[in-house]
Structure formats: C-alpha cells, structure tokens
C-alpha cells in the first residue's frame, strides 16, 4: 500500500519560512517524479514545484519560482519543498504527490498517489 505523509505545515508570518516534507512508503521511491501542489479556500487546486527521479530537474509555477525549493533524498524516500518569502496568498493546504514514471510533471492528473495535506497559513 503506497503511502504518502506530509508533515512541517503551520502558521508564519509573511516575509518568513517553512519547510514541508512528504515521505512515502510502499513503493520504490527513486523511481518516480514527485510534485507539490496546494489548494486555497474557495479556489482549484493549483501546482507549486515538481523534480524528477533523481533530482537533477525541476520545474516551478511562475507564482513561487525563486522563493520555493523542491529536492528530494532518495535515500530517506523524502521529498521536500523549502518555501521563503513566504506570503498570505501562499495560504493553502499543500499536497505531494506521486507519478507513474520518472519525469516531473505540473499536470496533476498525471499523478496516481497523493497525500492528505498539511495546511500552511501566512499572516500579514
């Protein structure tokens, strides 16, 4: 059974940091693309970042591109998203998610596994 647990979410202030961490279980991790997306009250669930099998390619939504930072260790089946700057429209309940193959991807209906979430607040 693939398992997917997000952890690290909370409540900041604007201007400050957060460090999410999914880790997965149930299915060998370095071989698949992993992604973060986030969905806010009232709106679509939107993707934030996305990286590869290995780590050695990523991709951003322009909203969080040079404040956010996906990377992954393979060898904690970890992924990770460091998120700085950070802002109240940042405001979500944030989800990893993982492919079925190794590529990154910002489509979400690409990925077959997701995580319950875990809700950042930024206050102004």
């Known amino acids: 059974q693939v398992q997917l647990v997000e952890s690290g979410g909370g409540l900041v202030q604007a201007g400050g940091s957060l460090r999410l961490a999914c880790a997965n279980s149930?299915?060998?991790?370095?071989?698949?693309?992993m992604g973060w997306f986030r969905q806010a009250p009232g709106k679509e669930r939107e993707f934030v970042a996305t990286?590869?099998?290995?780590?050695?390619?990523?991709y951003y939504a322009d909203s969080v591109k040079g404040r956010f930072t996906i990377s992954r260790d393979n060898a904690k089946n970890t992924v990770y998203l460091e998120m700085n700057s950070l802002k109240p429209e940042d405001t979500a309940v944030y989800y990893c998610?993982?492919?079925?193959?190794?590529?990154?991807?910002?489509?979400?209906?690409?990925?077959?596994?997701w995580g319950q979430g875990t809700q950042v607040t930024v206050s102004s």
């Open positions: 998610a993982q492919g079925n193959d190794n590529a990154y991807s910002s489509i979400a209906r690409t990925y077959e596994y």
């Open positions: 990286i590869n099998w290995s780590g050695g390619s990523t």
């Open positions: 149930g299915r060998t991790f370095r071989r698949y693309g």
